[in-house]
């Protein structure tokens, strides 16, 4: 399969959402970007809003991969920006928790980390016709107190509170869609021992204690010891090893 490459990105200052623009004309390739989205949604339907200005959302759309490879493909978006976050010329401590938030250090009044913060999420739709539109929204400028969720922080708060140059964002979007490409390739390859030992490396939720909250209202308490060849994660309890391939995960603190 020939590697994907992307058309230029459409560019509009505010949006309904980005993913139903592009599930409209799913072609691969199509990159979809607003500073603003008026209904934008996250994973299990839950709503993604920020100010106007302080956010960013982009919705890439990918040619299909094997159905049991499926479960990685937000994965490995979510691994994408975590990557292009750290590499960036206004680095920040990206990582991520399972399945596909991206989290960056809280900072205490005396500058010590106080765990983390979801920074971006990802939501990805199958179109159609196969292809795979993989929406991502991240918290850019926002203050604290334009913060969706106490436990949200956002790319400015990281970096000391001044606001971003237009250039933190055309540079991030640049190497994101740059890794995403090359992680989709690695899935199209089914070079699953490369995507998951960058996942797990990446991946705050591995060696955590953690409470999963399972799709049917269950909880699951235990370690989080991996992923498997699905993206499912990996928890070992007091009833054995369990596995999870949806849900939310609750990081629990150390004692």
């Known amino acids: 399969m020939d590697t994907l490459r992307w058309a230029a990105p459409e560019h509009h ?15 691969p390739g199509r990159v979809v970007v607003a500073d603003h989205q008026t209904a934008g949604r996250g994973r299990r339907g839950r709503v993604w809003s920020s100010p106007p200005g302080t956010g960013m959302a982009i919705s890439a759309v990918v040619p299909p991969v094997a159905p ?44 010590e980390d106080r765990d983390h913060g979801k920074v971006a999420g990802v939501l990805a739709q199958v179109a159609r016709d196969g292809s795979i539109v993989v929406g991502t929204g991240l918290n850019v400028d926002h203050e604290t107190d ?15 509170g001044a606001p ?42 591995i060696g955590r204690a953690v409470v999963v909250h399972r799709p049917d ?15 499912a994660l990996l928890v070992e309890g007091e009833a054995g090893r369990t596995l999870h391939h949806a849900g939310d995960v609750e990081h629990l603190r150390s004692q």
């Open 68 to 111: 049991a490879l499926m479960g990685w493909v937000p994965l490995v978006a979510g691994l994408a920006l975590a990557e292009g976050l750290r590499a960036s010329r206004w680095p920040v401590d990206a990582v991520l928790k399972w399945p596909n938030d991206v989290l960056l250090p809280l900072r205490g009044a005396g500058g």
């Open 164 to 205: 971003l140059p237009q250039a933190a964002r055309e540079g991030l979007l640049s190497d994101y869609l740059d890794r995403l490409a090359r992680w989709h390739e690695a899935l199209t390859q089914e070079d699953l021992r490369a995507v998951r030992t960058a996942y797990q490396g990446r991946c705050a939720t």
């Open 13 to 27: 200052e505010s949006v309904g959402s980005t993913n139903e623009l592009a599930l409209a004309d799913p072609r």
């Open 217 to 231: 209202g269950g909880r699951t308490t235990g370690t989080a010891v991996g992923v498997d060849d699905s993206g």
């Open 146 to 160: 334009q913060l969706p969720v106490p436990a949200a922080t956002s790319w400015r708060l990281v970096r000391g």
